[in-house]
């Protein structure tokens, strides 16, 4: 069965600044990595994806670097804004089909 | 759009009571997700119906019935349920297949549950 491991559990980071979440997995037939961001009382919004065709992917201040040989990925959030704060969740395929296995989450607080 | 809808947003039930949780996508997604999600919780995956058919089953109590009537809709049927079942219930939509696009899944808002 599928594990991803995230790190850390919760960060706190002055408005500015870089936020840095980790995730690693195991083994996987399948190659597509997302990210998703949730808000207190909403569902979880797709952030931002990668396939591990590339080592990095970027859209406006969020990047996902990929590094396929450690099983390990990352999202930076450059210039962290106080709307930022949010839990984040990773999540790789499961070895069935269509499943997706997440992260346990990252609470980050964005100070001003 | 990228919408998934569900209704209703908040829902209050005594454990006698039967509801029902409905969602909604128009992606043409072949794929939708039944999850719940407790406080401070990553979403757990209780059901998966690919192409109208259930797909995935979670080893979900009997209380909790999908139900898929058509390639848009989802619903999942109460009935019975537990103080400890309360939590954000999770609808979800992806395209459907084996690889890549099978798992960039959208999420609705939840319907938050509370039995009392």
């Known amino acids: 069965q599928q594990q991803v491991k995230q790190s850390p559990q919760s960060l706190i980071v002055q408005k500015g600044g870089i936020s840095i979440i980790n995730c690693a997995y195991e083994?996987?037939?399948?190659?597509?990595f997302p990210w998703y961001q949730q808000f207190p009382g909403k569902g979880p919004a797709l952030l931002i994806a990668?396939?591990?065709?590339?080592s990095e992917k970027k859209e406006g201040r969020f990047t996902i670097s990929f590094n396929k040989s450690a099983k390990q990925f990352s999202l930076h959030i450059m210039d962290s804004q106080p709307g930022d704060s949010a839990t984040y969740f990773c999540?790789?395929?499961?070895?069935?089909?269509?499943?997706?296995?997440f992260g346990k989450g990252t609470k980050l607080t964005v100070n001003p | 759009d990228t919408e998934v809808t569900q209704t209703p947003k908040h829902l209050v039930m005594g454990m006698t009571n039967k509801k029902s949780l409905k969602c909604e996508q128009h992606?043409?997604?072949?794929?939708m997700y039944w999850y719940k999600q407790k406080a401070k919780k990553p979403p757990e995956l209780m059901f998966v119906?690919?192409?109208?058919?259930?797909?995935i089953n979670e080893s979900v109590p009997s209380r909790f019935s999908p139900e898929c009537p058509n390639s848009s809709l989802l619903n999942l049927h109460l009935h019975a349920l537990q103080p400890e079942d309360s939590a954000l219930y999770l609808c979800?939509?992806?395209?459907?297949?084996?690889?890549?696009?099978?798992?960039?899944?959208?999420f609705g808002q939840g319907t938050r549950l509370t039995v009392v």
């Open positions: 992606m043409g997604h072949r794929a």
């Open positions: 119906y690919s192409y109208e058919k259930l797909s």
């Open positions: 999540a790789a395929p499961s070895n069935t089909p269509l499943e997706l296995v």
């Open positions: 979800a939509s992806s395209q459907g297949g084996v690889r890549g696009s099978a798992t960039e899944a959208f």
């Open positions: 990668i396939r591990p065709d590339v």
């Open positions: 083994n996987t037939a399948f190659d597509y």
